[in-house]
């Protein structure tokens, strides 16, 4: 079916600096948009950041200006550089892809297995 592999999490030290990646494969026809999600623990995921397959790009406020999300449509990666991290950032970082299997199915969601984002004080 669709797998989409995360890599690049780790511990960081506050003000330090990670990139994460993830990478799509496969039975895809088209891929519309890839994000990035958190979940900390005892909290709900949020969205971190989503990027379109034309480029457009839409943050958490709370990563504005830190965190870059970008894409390579051709080998179906998604990235995210996280820079100025802060222990608040520490979570479960998920990749997602909302894509299309075939061109007469519907676009549905997919998710990633998660990485760890540690970052400490």
């Known amino acids: 079916q669709v797998q989409l592999v995360e890599s690049g999490g780790g511990l960081v030290q506050a003000g330090g600096s990670l990139r994460l990646s993830c990478a799509a494969s496969?039975?895809?026809?088209?891929?519309?948009?890839m994000g990035w999600y958190r979940q900390a623990p005892g909290k709900q995921r949020e969205l971190v950041a989503v990027?379109?397959?034309?480029?457009?790009?839409n943050y958490a406020d709370s990563v504005k200006g830190r965190f870059t999300i970008s894409r390579d449509n051709a080998k179906k990666t998604v990235y995210l550089e996280m820079n100025s991290l802060r222990p608040e950032d520490t979570a479960v970082y998920y990749c997602?892809?909302?894509?299309?299997?075939?061109?007469?199915?519907?676009?549905?969601?997919?998710w990633g297995q998660g990485t760890q984002v540690t970052v400490s004080s």
């Open positions: 997602n892809a909302n894509l299309r299997q075939r061109f007469y199915l519907r676009e549905a969601d997919y």
């Open positions: 496969g039975i895809i026809f088209s891929i519309n948009t």
């Open positions: 990027i379109t397959s034309g480029g457009s790009t």
